[in-house]
Every structure is written in structure tokens, then in C-alpha cells.
């Protein structure tokens, strides 16, 4: 009787495999290097992906896209929906990883620390720089001896008074 | 990109190039030499790069490489690099991954320095079966479906999966 059920599941499951939602969720994720598959999919790096689209695929179709979820719309989110009210749990789990923070409930069965690991994936798209090592703007007001100062240090150096300033502060480990 | 199989070759391939340069190195140094290292290929990877089940399955994986590495620390770091190349991550915790008993481990290529195997597919979806239904349940569900695999359904319940998480 069981294996009767799981037969007649997996006929459902092909359907579901040519499904919009799914085909539109894994064009974007694969072009954009989350995930890998073995099948043709039709890359989609530009789309914007519906959230609700998203948990579908994943419930439905391929669990790992929830997997993978909360990292792409933290690091790409401009090509999502995401709307805080509708999507709570999402929500709130990017909050998470956004502030680096070590441990956070599980997204639909998916543990936090397996997602997490996403965050630092090297992209396709090389712009896409993972969260750590995203420039932050910061701004300071400072003497103005001390920007001749940087002025010059980052001449002698050949570098940008970013990068002296970086040097100074850092070492010159990098 | 290329499939599965043909990106683990470029992998295997340059990681056994370059163990070949670092012992040529330690050799004239007066050093010990790397012997050769050996990958076993677990998880969805081993699936992917099988061409008889990637023919038959849809499957996609992250960037997560399960494998159990016998390799020194610093060849690892040479591996991880070409991973890091291919868009791939090495899973640290793929020593936890179960084997379940009467797994075999089948060839995938043999370089003069590296020496890979994957896991045989049944025992693959065995593991994932019982550790990892919720994440697996549409492939379990295809793979009893395709009556590919006739001793499936009893490793998983020999096992203490439960054919309910596939229902």
C-alpha cells in the first residue's frame, strides 16, 4: 500500500518538476552558482524571484533551494520579494545571518548552520563579494594634517588612501 | 561547466598535477614524498558524477563536495583551492556522513597521485533514506519508483528508515 502511495507521488513529483515556480527559481539560483544540476535549466541571472515561488520549488520539488534561500536573498536581495510580514521566518533568519550571529532556528527543516555556510560562497559573478568581505562605508572627519599625511602615504605606497589606510590598520598582511 | 564528471576529472586531474610538482619539490629538498592520496565520493556528488544514474534522475545539489579525504593537510589545501575554482565547497563534516553496511565503493579514476571512488548509488540513497528524508524524499520516491534498485526498499527498512517519510 505504501509503495503504491510513493509511485503515485512520484508521478506527481515529474509534474511538479516542470512547474513555473521551480523552473523560475533554479533558472535564477543556478546561473547564479548556489545551485548545480544535472538537468537543463534555463539560466535566469536577471530574474526577480517571487518568494512565495521559492518555498514552493523548495517544499515541493527541491528542498535544497531552502537551503540555499536565506543566503541568496541576504546576498542578492534586490532579486527578491521578500516582504518581512508575508515571509516572517525568512525574514528573520536573513536578520540572522545578516549579523554574523553563530545560531538561528532552522527554515523549514533546513538547520541554520547549513545555510549559513552560504553566505561566504564564491559567486559566479565574481562582483558579488561574500558578506565578510563586503566594503562598509564609514566616515570620519579628520585633521587635516592627517589626510595630507594619508594623502602621501598612499602615494609613496602606490595605493589608494583606502588601501594605505587598511595597511596601517591591518598590517601589511594583505 | 560541463557535467559532474567532467568537472571532478579537471579537479582530480589538476590536484594530481600539482601533488606531482610538490613532490618534485620535496624531492629536491631531501623531503618525504606525498604517497598517493585517496578520495571517496559520497553523498549527492557520488550520485552526479555516476553517468548511469545522472541519465536517470534529476538532480541538484549545492556547492557541498561530501567525500572522505585520505590526504595530508597541506594536499587538502591544494584540493580546496581547485574546488574553490569549480564553484565548489569541501564539506567539512563528511566524516559524519553514514555508510550503511554493505557499501561498495566503485572506481572513478585512478591518476599516478590520486585515486578516486564513489559510493555504489543504492547505498548512497540508503544513507540518505534514513539520515535525511526530508531533504531527499523526491529523489527516494523516483528512485523505488524506477525499480532500478530491487534491494532499496529493504536496506532502508533493514536500516530503520520509514517508507511513511516517503508517502
Redesign the interface.
Known sequence: M??K???A???E??KK?RDRRFLDT?GFLVAK???????DVLWAPNKRVQIDDAIWAGKN????IL??LPAAVLRLGRHFDLDPERHGDLARVVARLRRGEEQGDAFY??PYDKMK??VE??L?DRRVKPLTKKKVVKTFRLDPAAVKCLKNLANDKQCTETEALERLLLGNTR | MGTTRQRLERIFRDLDKRIAEINFERRTEGLRLFSKTKVRLLGQTSLMANDRISAMFSLAQTADLDAVLKMDDLLKNEFTKLLIREGLVYDEDSYLIWIPHGAKFERLFDFENVGVETIDPESALVSKAVKAPEKNKQLIREAIASDEFPTLVDRILANGGKLENFA
Open positions: 505504501l509503495l502511495e510513493i509511485r507521488k512520484a508521478k513529483d515529474e518538476r533554479m552558482g548556489f545551485l548545480q544540476t544535472n538537468f520539488v527541491e528542498p535544497r537551503e540555499v527543516g533546513m555556510q552560504w560562497l564564491p559566479r
